[in-house]
């Protein structure tokens, strides 16, 4: 019998900053239900000049770390799009903010806003190994377009680290996975840009092709129908988006079983709650949808299927599944109001407040420089001393 293994806990970040989009809408001479209806969001997290991927991973891995599980961490991978150097791994500071065991391995992965879901992937492949060890992954990004955009009412800002192990209880993952990778420009961002490039009508294309061709090599490997899973999680670039995969994976399947009736109760509303109010945390959303589908389906999805899709631009797709445990039940409650916490507690910005943190930029030249404390508790970045990253926790 192989060996169950999965994500055994998750917990989210976000900074404690938001811009409600009706305002945004409003600064840009836009009508609001463009960003609330047409692309199905309502609030976005903005990230304050002392806050940035390590710090917003450290929060949310602090919340996970047990001093139970934390000597059976033997190996970290951070997922990012938003590194902050070009050699060390971002994880190596959260390894020193966390004090965790010197005996672990840490790396930083990169491809778009798929690299957790390949970090899962090999963490599953290296725990069938290493079976009395846990795996940290960590995925951290700040989604950012640039003001005046298009792409502006799609950023965002978030964490989520998990555990992986051969104790899950929130989701084990299957062995099948269906994936597709293609060279194409629709998003990027060249070292010297802060902002990233986007084509955007045809990343959202893109996207949907790539679910189709990664569904289509997941069913034929795993010999599942859309009716074998309960439920759906997308990656969540803006929350339309989710609902257009989730309509074109319907169509897929009413093509190839014209008899089939639809079940509403599979559409991906649930997976939506958290990403509608925290935006775009590229690496992060696919595990931000799976936190919310969770914590707030009003069903039991005990022993249920869950299909997963994470999508990477540039491009990589990868559509997986799980089942969930029953001891998932034990968690829901606690974590989403941990979740909900985050989230309502943050400050609402006006949308010139929000330009200014935009705006606001770490000098480049390394010279010493400490950010203003707009982070009141647990970890912020500090600043820059002899173009070394300080970080400290309040
Ligand atoms: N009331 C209700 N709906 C309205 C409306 C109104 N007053 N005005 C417009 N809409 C609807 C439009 O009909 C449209 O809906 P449909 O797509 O269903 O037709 C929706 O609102 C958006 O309108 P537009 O298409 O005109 O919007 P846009 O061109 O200004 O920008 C976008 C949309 C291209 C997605 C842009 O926000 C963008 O570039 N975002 C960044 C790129 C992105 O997120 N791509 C997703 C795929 S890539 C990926 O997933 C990786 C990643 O994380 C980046």
Same mark, same amino acid.
């Given at each position: 019998?192989?060996?169950?293994?999965?994500?055994?806990?998750?917990?989210?970040? @976000?900074?404690?900053?938001?811009?409600?989009?009706?305002?945004?809408?409003?600064?840009?001479?836009?009508?609001?239900? $463009?960003?609330?209806?047409? &692309?199905?969001?309502?609030?976005?997290?903005?990230?304050? +000049?002392?806050?940035?991927? %390590?710090?917003?991973?450290?929060?949310?891995?602090?919340?996970?770390? /047990?001093?139970?599980?934390?000597?059976?961490?033997?190996?970290?991978?951070?997922?990012?799009?938003?590194?902050?150097?070009?050699?060390?791994?971002?994880?190596?500071?959260?390894?020193?903010?966390?004090?965790?065991? $010197?005996?672990?391995?840490?790396?930083?992965?990169?491809?778009?806003?798929?690299?957790? /879901?390949?970090?899962?992937?090999?963490? *599953?492949?290296?725990?069938?190994?290493?079976?009395?060890?846990?795996?940290?992954?960590?995925?951290?990004?700040?989604?950012?377009?640039?003001?005046?955009?298009?792409?502006?009412?799609?950023?965002?800002?978030?964490?989520?680290?998990?555990? %992986?192990?051969? @104790? +899950? *209880?929130?989701?084990?993952?299957?062995?099948?996975?269906?994936?597709?990778?293609?060279?194409?420009?629709?998003?990027?961002?060249?070292?010297?840009?802060?902002?990233?490039?986007?084509?955007?009508?045809?990343?959202?294309?893109?996207?949907?092709?790539?679910?189709?061709?990664?569904?289509?090599?997941?069913?034929?490997?795993?010999?599942?129908?859309?009716?074998?899973?309960?439920?759906?999680?997308?990656?969540?670039?803006?929350?339309?988006?989710?609902?257009?995969?989730?309509? *074109?994976?319907?169509?897929?399947?009413?093509?190839?079983?014209?008899?089939?009736?639809?079940?509403?109760?599979?559409?991906?509303?649930?997976?939506?709650?958290?990403? $509608?109010?925290?935006?775009?945390?590229?690496?992060?959303?696919?595990?931000?949808? &799976?936190?919310?589908?969770?914590?707030?389906?009003?069903?039991?999805?005990?022993?249920?299927?869950?299909?997963?899709?994470?999508?990477?631009?540039?491009?990589?797709?990868?559509?997986?599944?799980?089942?969930?445990?029953?001891?998932?039940?034990?968690?829901?409650?606690?974590?989403?109001?941990?979740?909900?916490?985050?989230?309502?507690?943050?400050?609402?910005?006006?949308?010139?407040?929000?330009?200014?943190?935009?705006?606001?930029? @770490?000098?480049?030249?390394?010279?010493?420089?400490? /950010?203003?404390?707009?982070?009141?508790?647990?970890?912020?970045?500090?600043?820059?001393?002899?173009?070394?990253?300080?970080?400290?926790?309040?």
């Amino acid at each position: 019998m192989p060996l169950s293994i999965g994500i055994e806990s998750l917990s989210l970040y @976000t900074p404690r900053f938001s811009l409600p989009l009706h305002s945004l809408a409003e600064a840009r001479g836009i009508d609001p239900n $463009k960003y609330i209806i047409g &692309l199905g969001q309502e609030e976005m997290s903005v990230m304050p +000049p002392d806050e940035d991927i %390590v710090s917003m991973a450290a929060n949310a891995a602090s919340k996970i770390i /047990t001093p139970e599980v934390k000597d059976s961490i033997k190996l970290i991978m951070f997922a990012t799009e938003s590194g902050v150097d070009q050699s060390k791994a971002a994880g190596l500071w959260v390894h020193h903010l966390l004090d965790l065991p $010197k005996k672990c391995r840490i790396i930083e992965l990169k491809q778009a806003c798929y690299s957790a /879901t390949c970090a899962l992937t090999l963490a *599953r492949s290296y725990l069938s190994l290493h079976p009395d060890e846990r795996v940290l992954v960590i995925a951290s990004d700040n989604a950012r377009y640039g003001l005046n955009t298009p792409g502006e009412p799609t950023q965002g800002c978030a964490a989520a680290a998990f555990l %992986v192990s051969h @104790t +899950p *209880r929130l989701l084990e993952i299957e062995p099948e996975q269906g994936y597709h990778s293609e060279h194409i420009m629709d998003f990027w961002r060249p070292n010297y840009l802060s902002e990233a490039i986007v084509d955007g009508k045809y990343s959202t294309r893109a996207y949907l092709s790539t679910l189709a061709s990664s569904w289509d090599d997941y069913a034929m490997k795993s010999k599942r129908g859309f009716h074998d899973h309960s439920r759906f999680c997308y990656h969540v670039p803006f929350s339309k988006m989710a609902e257009k995969a989730h309509e *074109r994976l319907v169509k897929i399947n009413s093509e190839q079983n014209p008899s089939d009736t639809l079940d509403i109760s599979k559409s991906p509303s649930h997976s939506l709650t958290y990403s $509608k109010k925290i935006g775009n945390g590229y690496t992060a959303s696919l595990y931000i949808s &799976l936190a919310s589908l969770l914590e707030n389906d009003p069903h039991d999805l005990s022993l249920q299927r869950l299909g997963l899709f994470s999508y990477g631009s540039g491009c990589v797709g990868e559509f997986f599944s799980g089942i969930v445990p029953k001891e998932y039940t034990l968690l829901k409650d606690k974590n989403r109001l941990a979740h909900e916490d985050l989230i309502s507690s943050r400050k609402a910005l006006s949308c010139s407040e929000y330009e200014q943190l935009f705006s606001h930029s @770490t000098p480049t030249n390394g010279s010493e420089y400490m /950010t203003p404390v707009l982070t009141e508790q647990g970890f912020r970045f500090k600043g820059v001393k002899n173009h070394e990253r300080l970080y400290e926790h309040v």
